[in-house]
């Protein structure tokens, strides 16, 4: 069964006014558009798993992400698109007291939600585990956190068919990395890719990303860990300013937990002369959206 999105992807210029003198364009690729829910990336990592489900003959498919994962949400949402059913194991036991925005609408979409403590999810993506919910949950097709796994790196692969190699610099948020390493692998070498990890201490996520690369490709990116607000998922007045003000001048809607915190991160770095001026940058817009809920009323979109 082919996987299609909803929306093709486009590329939309900023607005001038935003990075010059320093730089001689920058695009943004929306991957946001392509489908009001299992937006982004998230799309691109579940296609060919949740194909690989249907055509091995799987009845469901079996993930687990936080409270407000993005990740949970696509996934629930696309198992009810293609009519297969869809389990997701929640981290922390109070999340089952008061279900945020994100679980309501999993529950919305027929996802049955399975909470275990934080000890426990801990070992998720273990073979131990993934054994124990294969016996537990009738055999479903298992999609690790994040979707990072081959499936979730080759449809990765396929944003680069989106690319084109006027860009010099690709910028790309980096949570598990497997859109990076998607990425990173497709393009040639002469693109640098630049990837923002949203929390602190995210230069750890670099020995994981390196396991995946073809081998001429892993030195060849930067990661940067600068920008996190104090933690994944952590927020401030300043990154909701630098959001509204994003918006009112490029008209593009960025998300709290990761393109928000790059693109400030990469405001930070045109205004200290980290890129050459004539430097055509393609940031990608990896979604996220939802998980703007919890800050709704503070934002102008
Ligand atoms: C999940 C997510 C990421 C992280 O993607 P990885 O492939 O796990 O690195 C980046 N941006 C947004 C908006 C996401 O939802």
């Not at 993930?63 to 698109?81: D, E, F, P, R, V």
Request: hydrophobic share 35%; proline share 3%; net charge negative.
């Amino acid at each position: 069964m082919a996987i299609i999105p909803e929306q093709e992807p486009l590329i939309q210029s900023l607005n001038k006014d935003w990075y010059q003198p320093y730089v001689l364009g920058i695009d943004m690729l929306r991957l946001d558009v392509i489908h009001p829910v299992v937006s982004g990336n998230k799309w691109y990592k579940l296609k060919y798993n949740i194909q690989h489900a249907i055509d091995g003959g799987y009845s469901s498919i079996l993930t687990s992400g936080g409270a407000y994962s993005n990740h949970l949400i696509a996934a629930a949402a696309a198992a009810k698109q293609y009519g297969i059913k869809s389990i997701g194991i929640i981290k922390g036991t109070y999340a089952q007291d008061t279900l945020t925005p994100t679980l309501q609408q999993c529950k919305d979409y027929g996802m049955e939600l399975v909470f275990v403590n934080h000890e426990d999810y801990k070992k998720i993506d273990t073979d131990e585990y993934h054994a124990q919910l294969k016996r537990d949950y009738d055999n479903p097709f298992i999609i690790p956190v994040g979707g990072a796994n081959e499936w979730g790196r080759e449809g990765c692969e396929t944003i680069a068919a989106y690319i084109s190699d006027v860009y010099t610099h690709i910028c790309v948020s980096v949570g598990t990395g497997t859109t990076l390493i998607g990425i990173r692998n497709a393009l040639p070498q002469k693109q640098i890719v630049l990837g923002y990890a949203p929390m602190k201490g995210g230069l750890y996520l670099k020995e994981e990303i390196d396991k995946y690369l073809h081998t001429d490709k892993q030195n060849a990116y930067t990661l940067f860990d600068d920008w996190h607000c104090g933690g994944f998922g952590k927020w401030n007045d300043e990154l909701l300013n630098f959001m509204n003000s994003f918006y009112a001048i490029n008209k593009v809607p960025l998300d709290i937990v990761y393109t928000g915190k790059m693109m400030s991160g990469i405001q930070q770095q045109l205004q200290q002369g980290y890129f050459s001026k004539d430097s055509r940058i393609l940031c990608i817009h990896t979604g996220g959206l939802q998980g703007n809920a919890s800050v709704k009323e503070k934002l102008i979109y």
